[in-house]
């Protein structure tokens, strides 16, 4: 079963930027569908991006240009890079291994002056 923990997350001015990391254990990552999600306060859950098991990826609208999601195979690692962060952005994120519907426990992000 894997396990799945997110790290990386804080607070940011707007315009700054973080990257956060999903470290996988008990089965490899590699070529699996992976996922980016955040809630925002009083808010639903809402996906970011999923990168398929063949690297193709689909950001939401409200992060395209802004997100990157990549792994690396080697670390077992999928990451998030957020750049020109905004205070919508505030939220817990989530990985989730999409084939096995695993979710970590979540990173906390705030993005204030």
């Known amino acids: 079963q894997v396990q799945l923990v997110e790290s990386g997350g804080g607070l940011v001015q707007p315009g700054g930027s973080l990257r956060l990391s999903c470290a996988a254990s008990?089965?490899?990552?590699?070529?699996?569908?992976m996922a980016w999600y955040r809630q925002a306060p009083g808010k639903e859950r809402e996906l970011v991006v999923h990168?398929?098991?063949?690297?193709?990826?689909d950001y939401a609208h409200a992060v395209k240009g802004r997100f990157t999601i990549s792994r690396d195979n080697a670390k077992n690692t999928v990451y998030l890079q957020m750049n020109s962060l905004k205070p919508e952005d505030t939220g817990v994120y989530y990985c989730?291994?999409?084939?096995?519907?695993?979710w970590g426990q979540g990173t906390q992000v705030t993005c204030s002056s």
């Open positions: 989730r291994d999409l084939r096995n519907n695993v």
């Open positions: 008990g089965a490899s990552v590699t070529s699996k569908a």
């Open positions: 990168i398929t098991s063949a690297g193709g990826t």
